[in-house]
């Protein structure tokens, strides 16, 4: 039996013609991928490893514990044969000795003649700190110069043999998100330990660290990386890597670098000064929520909220109140809260400048002299007392606050304090018991009597925002009036 010739059907041409066109175009893909070995090659000689060790506090020898109590009155005498064996294994009354704190990091050599850039945290409270450069010669170095809030330090060592290699600086504005950078550093100890990734974010901002506009990245960054340099493409340094957000503290795809222009103003003032002073407003400030921006009329949540206005600061001698939205400062748009103080602390000490507000509704523009900003206060924290008034609509129990707490807690003679939240719109807005509310929709509060006829007053189905204040930090509370 004769058979017909088999003929590719089109099923098969299209199938062979993909897989074609796949072996094709992976070489590109693969040609396209980043080759970090010449930026490594040329930059990675200027990175270096810092260990620093801190001597613990020579104390006074003393007697060794007993395993068992001596009889009232009864002593030891000194020098009895057992005391050198009691001391040996029981210890200085029962406490083990101290010995030397160390701490691992990296660092990035900024000039020729020895300038040494790290994080704070890598030589804080050093007593001897030595930088160890690629080729294993191995410097002491004295500090410069320290700044908590930035997390940046500054480091001097006698170069040896000749100048030293140095990092390129770049410029972190031209930085984009998306964009490939490298992280070289000592993990764990392991010297000069190269990793990549992109960078995630820009301007960043942490708790605890409102001056710093951080770059955030997925370059795999753990514990010996602090104070390495984050390079770009161009093999210049962008920032310096500061910490992670991690659960289990290593590293888990979050890491951010404190950015190199804000590094190296703080490196030219420890250079001039041995110390870092930043621009201050005097005012505390937090986020327009949605909530909050349908209560001020606004058609969409943008600016930073003023929750309060220090006494005597920048921001008061201006006439700025709380409720008053910052919109812009000197000129730059201010989208979020944290847009704020990083461009507040970057403004020269003395300058004046035009900060844009809105108020009650209606735009302004007040002009301000930035002033230093000063040592943070203790916080304070109050006892409720009993209640006096309800405001049952908002499922509130509030209480008139005694001159010493106001004068305590410097309310002036305004505020009530909440003494407890049931059910309702108030918990719902997250307001907790002990917080004393200041004012409402920015009319100010004087005593309980005085919040239940305001209370009262609300539209019903309106947002209406309250001021209250836990603890040291003001904060503004949106909540919808039930009908």
Do not use: C
């Not at 796949?22 to 970090?36: I, T």
């Not at 602090?226 to 888990?252: C, D, H, K, W």
């Not at 420890?270 to 058609?299: C, N, Y």
């Not at 507000?357 to 040592?375: D, F, S």
Request: net charge neutral; no cysteine; proline share 7%.
């Amino acid at each position: 039996m004769n058979t017909l010739p088999r003929f590719p059907t089109l099923a098969t041409l299209s199938g062979a013609a993909a897989l074609f066109a796949l072996l094709a175009v992976a070489p590109v893909r693969a040609a396209d991928l980043p080759d970090f070995s010449s930026l490594v090659t040329a930059s990675g000689p200027a990175v270096v490893n810092i260990s620093s060790e801190q001597k613990p506090a020579t104390a006074q020898a003393a007697r060794p514990k007993l395993p068992f109590e001596l009889p009232e009155g009864m002593e030891l005498p000194d020098g009895m044969p057992l005391e050198e064996f009691m001391r040996r294994f029981f210890g200085e009354q029962g406490e083990m000795p101290q010995l030397p704190s160390e701490s691992l990091g990296s660092g990035f050599i900024i000039s020729a003649d020895g300038y040494v850039l790290t994080n704070h945290h890598v030589v804080r409270n050093a007593d001897e700190i030595i930088v160890r450069l690629g080729d294993r010669n191995e410097l002491p170095a004295t500090l410069v110069g320290s700044d908590e809030r930035s997390d940046i330090a500054l480091l001097k060592v006698t170069p040896k043999n000749g100048a030293l290699p140095t990092v390129k600086i770049g410029d972190p504005a031209r930085l984009k998100v998306g964009e490939w950078v490298l992280a070289i550093g000592s993990p764990f100890g392991f010297d000069h330990s190269v990793t990549a990734g992109i960078v995630s974010a820009k301007g960043r901002a942490l708790p605890q660290d409102t001056y710093v506009p951080f770059i955030q990245t997925d370059v795999a960054i753990n514990p010996g990386n602090s104070g390495g340099p984050l390079f770009n493409m161009a093999g210049e340094v962008v920032g310096i890597n500061s910490q992670i957000y991690s659960r289990t503290g290593g590293f888990m795809g979050l890491s951010f670098a404190v950015p190199i222009d804000v590094a190296m103003d703080v490196v030219e003032q420890l250079k001039k000064s041995g110390k870092v002073t930043r621009g201050w407003l005097g005012v505390l400030i937090q986020d327009v929520t949605r909530e909050l921006a349908e209560s001020f009329g606004m058609a969409q949540p943008r600016g930073a909220l003023v929750a309060r206005v220090m006494p005597d600061g920048p921001a008061a001698k201006a006439g700025l109140e709380a409720g008053d939205v910052i919109l812009r400062f000197n000129g730059e748009d201010i989208v979020y809260s944290s847009d704020l103080p990083p461009r507040v602390g970057r403004t020269a000490v003395g300058r004046t400048v035009e900060v844009d507000i809105l108020r009650a509704g209606k735009p302004r523009t007040v002009k301000l002299a930035v002033e230093a900003l000063p040592a943070q206060a203790d916080s304070k924290v109050e006892t409720p007392q009993p209640a006096r008034a309800s405001a049952d609509r908002l499922g509130l129990r509030v209480v008139d606050m005694t001159a010493q707490q106001r004068k305590d807690g410097k309310f002036g003679d305004g505020g009530v304090r909440v003494e407890g939240v049931e059910d309702g719109p108030a918990q719902d807005a997250g307001v907790q018991r002990g917080d004393v509310i200041l004012s409402v929709n920015s009319q100010a509060v004087k005593d309980a009597a005085g919040f239940t006829r305001v209370v009262e007053g609300l539209p019903a189905g309106k947002v209406a925002r309250l001021l209250v204040q836990r603890g040291e930090n003001p904060l503004w509370l949106a909540l919808r009036v039930p009908k």
